[in-house]
């Protein structure tokens, strides 16, 4: 059964992060460099050649019939979340690969190649900006990004030469319109449809867009035993009003509006200070782009008149934005077609979690297939697929590959992708 290479080594893969407690495989990391390793020689082991691109993408390709031929993508992410989950990312390029390794084994070779991309930083996590490995191999990495730092201080340049890579080589990544036949992701739903339909699988219809923004309140530090209440400017009060504000915005759409609040950092940070400092980011997100963008407005809105009534100060800059991404008609219904072939009632649901598909859209056209996860968690570490379901997936997966068509590519290049700011 392919499930059962697959769960070990989502297990084996789990084990590499920055501390053994909690899962973290951050962008350019060591452990992250540990990973990339690892799976070019699982794409090796597979009868792939296996190399690292410019951003630390981990790259195989199996070659088809004859050599040099376009190919259909598969692939996902291998960095995490902080105290992740370890299927986030790892299942769809271990299972991608169980796929290639099962084709090699039978020495079947197709009438286009294969490639599997493990891409390097889909999170975002060290330098706020996502889809960082997937936007280079679409040629739409946003140099500016470069200069963005980590909470350490180090900028992404910096960093990528610690990893030993080299900054002014990133447009190497780049692949051209033509090298692709399509992408296709699997990818856990982390979500709970699946699990409500009592399937395995479903077929993802769209990717939902997203705005990150980052927000600075600047009020007055002070001692917390002699400034009475009606003279404070404290920063962390009206942070907090602008969460419960946002929160309670969102609650009250009725279009599928979300909106986290995921990090936030008082200043200076002593039990005894009123907060002078505090900053925080914000995460909004709607299927569609029009109603997020609306949404965003109005929240920056509530934020600003919160801020100003409070006589605080505010810096509130997107970081991020990324439009919703259909999947391509042609594809799903392939996908469609592979998910009954192997027994499964087909069920199409949005995804509302992103994926490496959105930059992919802008060179190639798009398609995903989730596998249902226990309970719909993720981003925690009681994310958990049941093998059978694995297995199920990695059968759909395969069957798309071996019956794969190659269709027309249905959009132009640079498909107006909001660029990752
Ligand atoms: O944030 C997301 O939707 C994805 O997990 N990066
Ligand atoms: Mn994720
Ligand atoms: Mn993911």
């Given at each position: 059964m392919l499930g059962d290479e697959i769960v070990s080594r989502i297990n084996q893969l789990g084990t590499i992060s920055e501390t053994p407690e909690h899962l973290a495989r951050i962008f350019l990391s060591p452990e992250h460099r540990i990973a990339a390793d690892l799976i070019m020689s699982w794409m090796k082991d597979a009868g792939m050649a296996a190399h690292l691109d410019a951003i630390g993408n981990v790259c195989g390709r199996y070659e088809g019939d004859r050599p040099g031929l376009p190919c259909l993508m598969l692939g996902s992410h291998y960095d995490t979340v902080r105290d992740a989950g370890k299927w986030d990312g790892p299942l769809g390029i271990i299972t991608a690969i169980a796929c290639v390794a099962d084709l090699n084994r039978r020495g079947v070779r197709l009438p286009f190649a294969i490639e599997i991309v493990g891409f390097a930083d889909e999170e975002g996590v060290r330098f706020s900006s996502t889809l960082l490995g997937s936007r280079a191999i679409a040629g739409t990495f946003d140099e500016s990004v470069l200069n963005t730092r980590d909470s350490a201080g180090l900028t992404m340049r910096d960093a990528m030469v610690a990893f030993g890579l080299d900054p002014a080589k990133i447009g190497a990544a780049?692949?051209?319109r033509g090298e692709l036949h399509a992408y296709v992701e699997l990818h856990i739903e982390q979500g709970p449809v699946l699990e409500q339909q009592n399937l395995p699988v479903g077929v993802v219809t769209a990717i939902?867009?997203?705005?990150?923004?980052?927000?600075?309140l600047s009020g007055m530090a002070g001692h917390a035993g002699t400034v009475p209440m009606a003279l404070r400017r404290d920063a962390l009060a009206g942070a907090a009003e602008c969460i419960v504000a946002v929160e309670a915005f969102c609650k009250a759409d009725d279009a599928g509006l979300v909106g986290t609040v995921g990090i936030i950092n008082a200043m200076p940070g002593a039990t005894n200070v009123i907060p002078g400092r505090v900053s925080f980011t914000l995460d909004i997100r709607a299927p569609a782009d029009a109603h997020r963008k609306l949404a965003v407005a109005e929240i920056v809105g509530w934020i600003e008149a919160i801020a100003?009534?409070?006589?605080?100060?505010?810096?509130?800059?997107?970081?991020?934005?990324?439009?919703t991404v259909p999947c391509a008609p042609s594809l799903k219904a392939q996908m469609a077609e592979a998910v009954a072939a192997e027994g499964y009632g087909v069920f199409e649901l949005p995804s509302g979690a992103g994926h490496d598909g959105m930059a992919m859209i802008d060179i190639a056209d798009v398609a995903m297939l989730f596998v249902r996860c226990r309970g719909g968690i993720s981003h925690n570490p009681a994310e958990h697929v049941e093998i059978a379901d694995a297995d199920a997936g990695a059968r759909v997966l395969l069957r798309l590959i071996e019956n794969f068509r190659p269709g027309s590519q249905t959009r132009e290049a640079g498909g107006g992708q909001d660029r990752a700011r």
């Open positions: 780049a692949r051209a939902a867009g997203a705005t990150r923004l980052a927000a600075n100003k009534r409070r006589e605080l100060s505010l810096q509130i800059d997107v970081t991020h934005e990324n439009r």
